[in-house]
Each structure stands twice: as structure tokens, then as C-alpha cells.
Nanobody, 121 residues
């Protein structure tokens, strides 16, 4: 069974930094796109950043220049380095990945359990 396990959330002051990690585990054949979404209270879940297996990236306009997504294909892990954090970045951050399990090799969308990021003084 495939799982995504996130770590790295927490409380940080405005202007501070955090690094989120998300590791995919289980019987995996291949991983296509990996990314991060976030959902603030009362708002819809939105894409923060995504990265393909080849390293192409995409970012929400609100985080460009402040957040950096990267991945280690050998470790099946995706990272989100968040710098110059703002109160409006406060949300639950969810890891997402499109993964083909060994069992049938079809692509499926998987989600992590979410990690809270709070930016406050």
C-alpha cells in the first residue's frame, strides 16, 4: 500500500522559514508529479507548488520567489522550502503525488495527512 508521510510543519514568526518534507513509501513502480497544496480555514484547497519527475516546476503566484520545491527521486521524497513566510501562508499543507503502484502500474492520485503551518508573531 502506498503512503505519503509529511513532516516539518510548525509555528514560525513572519519572515521566518520552514522546510516541509514528504516521503512516499510502499510498493511503488513510478512517481510522476509531486506537489504541495494548502487549505486555510474557510477557503478551498489550492496548489502551492508542483514538480515533475524531470524537475520542471510550477508555483502559485503568491509564493513565487519565496518558496522552492525540490525532490529526491532516489528517496521518493519531495521538499518545500518556505522563506519569508507571511501570516497569509498559514494553512494545513498537504503533500500530493501521482503514483503507479507495483500491483497494477496505473497512475493514482495520493494525498498525505496534512501538516499545520502557522505564521504568527
Amino acid at each position: 500500500q502506498v503512503q505519503l508521510v509529511e513532516s516539518g510543519g510548525g509555528l514560525v514568526q513572519p519572515g521566518g522559514s520552514l522546510r516541509l518534507s514528504c516521503a512516499a513509501s510502499g510498493s511503488i513502480f513510478s512517481i510522476n508529479v509531486m506537489g504541495w497544496f494548502r487549505q486555510a480555514p474557510g477557503k478551498q484547497r489550492e496548489l502551492v507548488a508542483a514538480i515533475t519527475s524531470g524537475g520542471s516546476t510550477d508555483y502559485a503566484e503568491s509564493v513565487k520567489g519565496r518558496f522552492t520545491i525540490s525532490r529526491d527521486n532516489a528517496k521518493n521524497t519531495v521538499y518545500l522550502q518556505m522563506n519569508n513566510l507571511k501570516p497569509e501562508d498559514t494553512a494545513v499543507y498537504y503533500c500530493n503525488a501521482v503514483i503507479a503502484p507495483l500491483a497494477n502500474r496505473s497512475m493514482y492520485n495520493y494525498w498525505g495527512q496534512g501538516t499545520q503551518v502557522t505564521v504568527s508573531s
